[in-house]
C-alpha cells in the first residue's frame, strides 16, 4: 500500500505535489489545509485522511483534531502539533503530525515519528517537502520528497522584477478592499499565487514588495 503525506499546504496545492500523490491509496494530510477546495482536489486522487490544523478556522469545524486509525495493518496517530501527541505512543507504528514547516524523521521506540515538511507556500528560505509511505508486511519504507522552488503563477521567462511588480498589484488593489480572486480575474493572475500574496499583505502590517519577495524564499 502507497500512502502520500503531507501537510501545511495553506490553501496552495502545487502540481508537483499532485504528480507525487497519484497513484497512492491514501493521501494523510497533517492539517492548515486553509481551503475546502484543497480537500476535493486531493480526494479527487485517493481518500485523505486530515485533522484540523490552527490556521482551519470556521469552515474546517467539521475536521477532527486527531486521528486515531488502520491502513493496511499499520495502526496511525495524527494531529498537526507534535506537543499533542499522545505521551504513550507504544501502541502506534507511525505519528504524523505537521506545524512547524520543517520535515522531521525520527523514532521512538518502534513508533515512527514523522512530519512531512510543508508543500504549500514557502516560508523563509525552508525546504517544500512532503513524503510517501509504502506499507507491505507490517513494515513502512518512508521517502522523503523536496519540491524544487519556483516562482508558482508567473509566466515562464520573467524574473524577479515581474513579480515584484505583481506584488506591487497586489498590495494595491488588497488596499482597495479587492478580494484576491477578484484581483488574480482583473490582472490575469495566477489565483493561488495572488492569494499567497495577499494574506502575507494582511498578516504582516507595514510589510512591501521586498518584504513578501523576502517572506516567500526569493
Known amino acids: 500500500m502507497k500512502i502520500g503525506i503531507i501537510s501545511d499546504t495553506h490553501g496552495l496545492l502545487r502540481p508537483e505535489v499532485i504528480k507525487a500523490l497519484e497513484g497512492c491509496d491514501a493521501i494523510l494530510h497533517g492539517g492548515d489545509i486553509n ?13 485523505v485522511y486530515v485533522v484540523r490544523g490552527n490556521n482551519d478556522k470556521e469552515w474546517a469545524e467539521h475536521i477532527p483534531l486527531s486521528l486515531d486509525f488502520e491502513l493496511a495493518g499499520i495502526r496511525i496517530y495524527m494531529t498537526h502539533k507534535k506537543k499533542d501527541l499522545p505521551d504513550d505512543l507504544t501502541e502506534y507504528d507511525l505519528t504524523v503530525f505537521g506545524h512547524s514547516h520543517k520535515y522531521e524523521e525520527s523514532r521512538r521506540g518502534k513508533t515512527l515519528l514523522l512530519n512531512p515538511g510543508s508543500c504549500g507556500p514557502r516560508r523563509f528560505h525552508q525546504a517544500i517537502t ?20 519556483k516562482m508558482t503563477g508567473v509566466l515562464p521567462g520573467t524574473g524577479s522584477a515581474d513579480l515584484k511588480k505583481q506584488i506591487g498589484t497586489v498590495i494595491k488593489e488588497t488596499q482597495k478592499n479587492r478580494s484576491p480572486e477578484d484581483i488574480a480575474d482583473r490582472y490575469g493572475f495566477d489565483k493561488a499565487l495572488t492569494e499567497q500574496i495577499a494574506r502575507l499583505y494582511l498578516t504582516h502590517p507595514g510589510v512591501d514588495a521586498d518584504g513578501i519577495m523576502t517572506k516567500m524564499g526569493y
Not at 481551503?35 to 481518500?47: H, M, V
Not at 513524503?131 to 522552488?149: F, L
Open 35 to 47: 481551503r475546502q477546495e484543497i480537500l476535493e482536489k486531493l480526494e479527487g486522487i485517493a481518500p
Open 130 to 149: 512532503m513524503a510517501t509511505a509504502e506499507i507491505a508486511e507490517g513494515t513502512i519504507e518512508i521517502t522523503r520528497i523536496d519540491i524544487p522552488q
